[in-house]
């Protein structure tokens, strides 16, 4: 017996113990009691029968190396893990959105220079972008963005260089992250060290 139909036994026999309690029970008291005990369990027999859904995390990109040609693939594989397992499309839009908890990244390929979007996605507390979509004095997002490359995200340098190759290709901007700059799996031979951010303001 699974654990939701053994639940729906258990509220089944509470609503049965609420109609006793009413039938043949005088007193007032217990009588309101085995009424609200009928309602609880017919809510939770409600709650019960709706069909449950596990809640799965973001299904992860495989991050095939030797599938990578062009900078195009680059910017593929960083859209895929942009919606996906980078989870930026939780907080981020791309075009206006009053909803959207962090800036708006429509464009943001021709306003930013690589080394600037590595240093936003590595160190995201090293330049503070605030909210001007309101009358007043800017304020600061309500969401704080996280360091991408560490938990509970954790994308690699390959993963982050195609997710900067995909936002510079959204913006119309040619992309500036070369294949070459893929990291090998370990015990291939790697073709260049990984970008190494430049921290502003220093």
Do not use: W
Not at 36 to 42: A, F, H, K, P, S
Not at 84 to 113: F, N, V
């Amino acid at each position: 017996m699974s654990e939701v139909v053994l639940l729906q036994v258990i509220g089944l026999c509470v609503v049965g113990l609420g109609v006793v309690i009413l039938l043949f029970i005088q007193a007032r008291f217990l009588r309101v009691v085995g009424f609200v005990i009928i309602v609880l369990g017919i809510f939770a027999l409600i709650a019960l029968g709706v069909p449950q859904m596990a809640s799965l995390p973001p299904a992860e990109e495989k991050f095939d190396v030797a599938s990578i040609k062009t900078a195009t693939d680059m910017a593929a594989i960083g859209q895929k893990i942009f919606f996906s397992k980078g989870q930026c499309a939780l907080c981020h839009s791309i075009g206006p959105s009053e909803s959207a908890r962090c800036p708006d990244l429509k464009g943001i390929g021709a306003k930013l220079t690589r080394e600037f979007i590595y240093e936003s996605l590595t160190q995201p507390q090293a330049y503070i972008y605030l909210d001007f979509r309101h009358e007043g004095p800017p304020k600061e997002y309500p969401a704080k963005m996280p360091q991408i490359n560490k938990n509970p995200i954790g994308l690699s340098n390959n993963e982050i260089l195609s997710v900067i190759a995909f936002l510079q290709q959204m913006s119309g901007e040619p992309i500036t992250v070369s294949p070459s700059e893929i990291t090998q799996p370990a015990g291939q031979p790697q073709k260049v060290a990984a970008l190494i951010p430049i921290v502003h303001g220093q």
